[in-house]
Nanobody, 127 residues
Framework: QVQLVESGGGLVEAGGSLRVSCLASGRTFSSYAMGWFRQAPGKEREFVAAVSRSGGTTYCADSVKGRFTISRDNAKNTMYLQMDNLKPEDTAVYYC????????????????????WGQGTQVTVSS
């Protein structure tokens, strides 16, 4: 079993940057494909970005492509989401998630395929 804890959220002005982190418990972090999702008030949860087990394959939603960068450090059991040029519409609770995967280079983009979720961290972008 994996426990996920997000950190690094906060309040930032439009155009600013934030980096959120996801620390995973256990020794099998590299066995999981990882992803970030977000949920804004009154909206459904949406996919943001995903990274493969190896970290070599990444994928971002069109809404954040070119502004957000996902990465992971398997030695530190940690995944990151670097968010640049933030916009007010990026305001949401950001969740990290882990998916058991047999594939070293495949990303997972569907929330239904994720097995474990963190509690979320709030990101607020002021205009």
């Amino acid at each position: 079993q994996v426990q996920l804890v997000e950190s690094g959220g906060g309040l930032v002005e439009a155009g600013g940057s934030l980096r959120v982190s996801c620390l995973a418990s256990g020794r099998t972090f590299s066995s999981y494909a990882m992803g970030w999702f977000r949920q804004a008030p009154g909206k459904e949860r949406e996919f943001v970005a995903a990274v493969s087990r190896s970290g070599g394959t990444t994928y971002c939603a069109d809404s954040v492509k070119g502004r957000f960068t996902i990465s992971r450090d398997n030695a530190k059991n940690t995944m990151y989401l670097q968010m640049d040029n933030l916009k007010p519409e990026d305001t949401a609770v950001y969740y990290c998630a882990a998916a058991r995967s047999s594939y070293f280079t495949v990303v997972v983009t569907s929330d239904g395929q994720y097995d474990y979720w963190g509690q979320g961290t709030q990101v607020t972008v002021s205009s």
